[in-house]
């Protein structure tokens, strides 16, 4: 993978080529094909999809049900209808916790990680505010494995729902959620996938997995901002009730009650973002042409060296395994004596964007009893000197804030 | 590399501050948090013939939240609690950026923030340990 072509298919580094973007896992940039898919949209597409019978709306609305097919075959799912578009990551597992969260009761349980992102926490402490099911934690080692034994030990015939992220959003570790999957049917529970972090950068097949729902964000990936995916078996989410309702999601409707609408409408109510949809669209079709082998490839040697020269810097103590392979590309650290916000605003200076604090996972925080971190996350686009200026600026950064070496 | 924020004054404060201890007996206590970044202080006063006689603050966070505090406690021990409000009703002004050169000397080192007026990420850094003595004065 030639990384200078690469960049060039991103608007934002031609207009800032000093640029070094290192908070992937907050969001990505923008390749041109996705910019250029929405702005089609709007330019020559735009009608309310799914309503008008004139020919400019019967377009939107192939634009939003191409999306969906070419979204379902990305992540292997049996059918377009098994595709519900969302805003993002957390409104799919508000929509999880909330609607499949109706069928549980008193003395249930619910089964989350401590490494999970806070969306991946709070709907589930709503839930069981709501239910009376009991939110229970299976834990993660000082190197963020979740073993086979500790989920056995955390999973019980109560557990009607396990909800686990593929890739932590701190350590970069990656669950082995084809095994927990199936560990948790077993159980007779559920099991939700939170991929905000995987399926921009591995590839993700929900049949293979053999996971009841799969979550992710098109903007870590690629795509525009407003647009996410749920991934829903469809005899699940046939069985569950609406999470919005209004318009688009109704069959029928009289003064006191109406019909659902057929999946995948049924769970999007209002009119949705098609613009979106295209631009995700685009993004995979990005990440087809690319392919998986050239991008793991290239994210894998960024690691390695991203990993040796943090490794390299004094004072620095890097947070999870001691293989550079297990980071995915998401590495947390601190540096003895200076505050991450103070390591941000350094690294600011020197045109470096990192991510300081909690990131959003104040439970593994508190696991791991670190209060915050700096986390410099990776992409296929990142090039070797965007590693060289973020591994200089930390060496400089103890003598900046004072420190006599 | 261009040049940072982070001057040798508040650098000093940050790493050697004056005022960085617990008054075993002080009169009033009170904690200052900032949930998104956790910066976390607890400032301590004893007030005595309505003269801030002894203060000092405790706890951990970024540079400018522990500078802020240690320069804040600089100026206004020795001040009645009206002279401290009226110091503080100087720098979160200056904070905003609405302040004269006048009003500036009279925050002596505590004037080296001025530039956080340009730094909205650091705002609440530079003013929590404020917040906090004016909640409590209050």
Known sequence: MNSTNIRNDFPIFLEKPSLVYLDNAATSQKP???????????????????????????????????????????????SPKEIIFTRNATESLNLVAYSYGTFLKEGDEILISVMEHHSNIIPWQQLSARSGAVLKYVECSGDGQITEEAFRVALSPRTKIVSMTQISNVLGTQNDIRTFARLAHEAGAVFVCDGAQSVPHIPVNVQDLDVDF????????????????????????????????????????????????????????????AAGAAGLRAAIEYYQALGFDAITEREEYLSELAFD???????????????????????????????????????????????????????????????????????????KEDIEQLAESLKSVRRRMGYVE | MSNSFYREIINEHNLHP?????????????????????????????????????????????????????????????????????????????IKGKVTDEELEELEEAGSLQDVSHMPARVKCAVLSWHTLENMLE
């Not at chain 1, 597409?45 to 019978?53: E, K, S, T």
């Open chain 2, 18 to 94: 004056i005022h960085k201890r617990i008054l075993p007996r002080a009169g009033l206590s009170r904690r200052g948090v900032n949930p998104s970044c956790g910066d976390d202080i607890t400032l301590q006063l004893t007030i005595e013939d309505g003269v801030i006689k002894e203060g000092a603050y405790s706890g951990n966070g970024c540079a400018i939240s522990q500078a802020s505090a240690d320069m804040m406690l600089d100026l206004v021990i020795g001040k009645t609690p009206e002279e401290a409000r009226h110091l503080s009703d100087i720098f979160f002004r200056m």
């Open chain 1, 214 to 273: 799969l979550v992710f964000s098109g903007h870590k990936m690629l795509a525009p901002m407003g647009i996410g995916v749920l991934y829903g078996k469809k005899e699940l989410l046939e069985k569950m009730p609406p999470f919005l309702t209004g318009g688009e999601m109704i069959e029928y409707v009289t003064r006191s009650e109406a019909t659902w609408a057929e999946l995948p409408h049924k769970f999007e109510a209002g009119t949705v973002n």
């Open chain 1, 309 to 383: 020269a943090l490794s390299a810097v004094p004072h620095l103590h890097i947070l999870g395994s001691n293989e550079a392979k297990e980071h995915n590309g998401i590495f947390s650290f601190t540096l003895d004596g200076v505050h991450p916000h103070d390591i941000a605003e350094i690294l600011n200076a020197d045109g470096v964007c990192i991510r300081a604090g909690h990131h959003c996972a104040q439970v593994l925080m508190q696991h791991l009893n670190t209060p915050s971190t700096v986390r410099a996350s990776l992409a296929f686009y990142n090039r």
């Open chain 1, 32 to 78: 041109s094909g996705v910019i250029e898919a929405v702005s089609r949209f709007y330019k020559r597409q735009n009608a309310n999809p799914l309503r008008g019978l004139y020919d400019l709306a019967q377009e939107a609305t192939e634009v939003l049900e191409e999306s969906r097919e070419i979204v379902a075959g990305f992540i292997g799912a049996e």
